[in-house]
């Protein structure tokens, strides 16, 4: 067979498919809450790890950008709540 001219790492596709997911996820979620705080969105993961809690964050900035959310956070360390737009 061919062999590819750009090795990609398994690891790196299964996030950017997952990332894929998490903002589609995401984007479900707001639609039918409106808002919803970063700690609850961790609290829906079942046996959440960083890289999901990275993943996670990286889909809500994903969003932003694409200005279909808007973030705040009233102080530093408080729970960052992620809103649609």
Do not use: C, W, Y
Request: no cysteine.
């Amino acid at each position: 067979g061919l062999e590819p001219i750009i090795k990609i790492p398994k690891a790196a596709i299964a996030r950017a498919v997952s990332l894929k997911e998490k903002i589609t996820a995401l984007r479900d979620l707001l639609d039918h809450r409106q808002q919803i705080s970063f700690r609850e969105l961790m609290a829906i993961e079942t046996n959440a790890d960083r890289t999901d809690v990275i993943v996670t964050f990286l889909a809500m900035l994903e969003l932003v950008k694409q200005r279909q959310a808007v973030v705040q956070q009233k102080k530093s360390f408080d729970d960052i709540i992620v809103s649609k737009v």
